[in-house]
């Protein structure tokens, strides 16, 4: 009997080698254990469980109501299916930047309780010191600066980030900071490409994407965008890559059909039984199963 091979995990150290090499590369978000599977057998370095979970499989009007149960229940059930790919748990609204001792214990439960290799935190100068101290004790932390969704209500709404000299120069001191306090990557959400690319060229840790245009190192991308299970308003910075959300649609609709019309189950998908057995457990004789098999009801008087 052959074991099957041992899958090696990717970690930090080839992301470093791929951004050294400049190997750009697609990273994606997943929430549950078959995307993860699917996305991890199609060579994804990288998944995110992010926080837009919130919004895009639990149904929340922001990723302000997720919590970190939740997080953790799904970075398992992701854990379990990226046997590759390195997985990196978001850590919701609150879960940091309240206490450096809560921020790194709950950090660490997202590698001792949900699996994940890494966790991601929004904020730039403001939220270096927290990522400082999570680097410190051993958990690799992913940056997240421009448009942070979780502080929506503070940003105004989700917009594009940098625009002005003044935001510009605070995004780039924002990235620095990150960098500075130990990340090993910084996301750029909604950036203007000409400012993600300066950020890119004065880091020397990967960029990655997600509304910044072409020329960071990597992209990220929702993976509900990616592959059409998307409804109603898609980003513009989202393309969709296939139409998930109509496969489903037909294969729901047509298996509805099939239940309805008595297509489905069929013999081939059914399992049958000893007649014998049925025959004694129901207490029928020879004569009534041939008055069965004759559609003669039993209590008809001949
Ligand atoms: O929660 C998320 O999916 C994210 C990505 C958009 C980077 O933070």
């Given at each position: 009997?052959?074991?099957?091979?041992?899958?090696?995990?990717?970690?930090?150290?080839?992301?470093?080698?791929?951004?050294?090499?400049?190997?750009?590369?697609?990273?994606?978000?997943?929430?549950?254990?078959?995307?993860?599977?699917?996305?991890?057998?199609?060579?994804?370095?990288?998944?995110?469980?992010?926080?837009?979970?919130g919004m895009v499989m639990?149904?929340?009007d922001t990723t302000v109501r997720v919590n970190i149960s939740e997080m953790l229940h799904h970075t398992r059930a992701v854990a379990r299916g990226a046997r590759h790919s390195m997985v990196v748990g978001d850590m919701p609204f609150l879960s940091y930047g309240v206490s450096t001792e809560e921020s790194v214990e709950h950090a660490g439960r997202f590698l001792s309780e949900a699996y994940a290799q890494a966790v991601k935190?929004?904020?730039?100068?403001?939220?270096?010191?927290?990522?400082?101290?999570?680097v410190s004790s051993g958990i690799p932390v992913m940056g997240h600066i421009g448009l942070t969704p979780q502080a929506v209500n503070q940003l105004g709404g989700h917009r594009v980030q940098g625009k002005?000299?003044?935001?510009?120069?605070?995004?780039?001191?924002?990235?620095?900071?990150?960098?500075?306090?130990?990340?090993?990557?910084?996301?750029?959400?909604?950036?203007?490409?000409?400012?993600?690319?300066?950020?890119?060229?004065?880091?020397?840790?990967?960029?990655?994407?997600?509304?910044?245009g072409?020329?960071?190192?990597?992209?990220?991308?929702?993976?509900?965008?990616?592959?059409?299970?998307?409804?109603?308003?898609?980003?513009?910075?989202?393309?969709?890559?296939?139409?998930?959300?109509?496969?489903?649609?037909?294969?729901?609709?047509?298996?509805?059909?099939?239940?309805?019309?008595?297509?489905?189950?069929a013999e081939a998908e059914s399992s049958s039984m000893e007649q014998g057995v049925l025959d004694e457990?129901?207490?029928?004789?020879?004569l009534d199963r041939a008055y069965e098999t004759m559609s003669i009801p039993l209590d008809r008087d001949l």
């Open positions: 009997m052959s074991a099957s091979k041992p899958v090696r995990r990717i970690t930090i150290a080839d992301i470093a080698r791929m951004y050294e090499a400049g190997e750009r590369f697609a990273t994606i978000t997943a929430y549950d254990y078959p995307t993860a599977r699917i996305v991890d057998e199609a060579g994804i370095p990288l998944i995110l469980v992010g926080d837009s979970l639990l149904g929340y935190i929004e904020g730039g100068v403001r939220s270096a010191r927290t990522i400082e101290a999570i002005t000299r003044e935001s510009a120069r605070k995004l780039i001191a924002d990235a620095l900071a990150v960098q500075e306090a130990g990340a090993f990557a910084v996301v750029l959400e909604l950036v203007p490409s000409e400012l993600a690319r300066a950020i890119t060229e004065r880091l020397s840790i990967p960029t990655i994407g997600i509304g910044a072409p020329y960071t190192s990597a992209e990220i991308q929702v993976v509900t965008d990616v592959i059409g299970l998307t409804q109603g308003f898609t980003p513009r910075h989202a393309r969709r890559f296939g139409e998930v959300g109509e496969a489903i649609s037909a294969a729901v609709m047509a298996y509805r059909d099939a239940v309805t019309a008595g297509d489905f189950p457990v129901l207490g029928r004789g020879e």
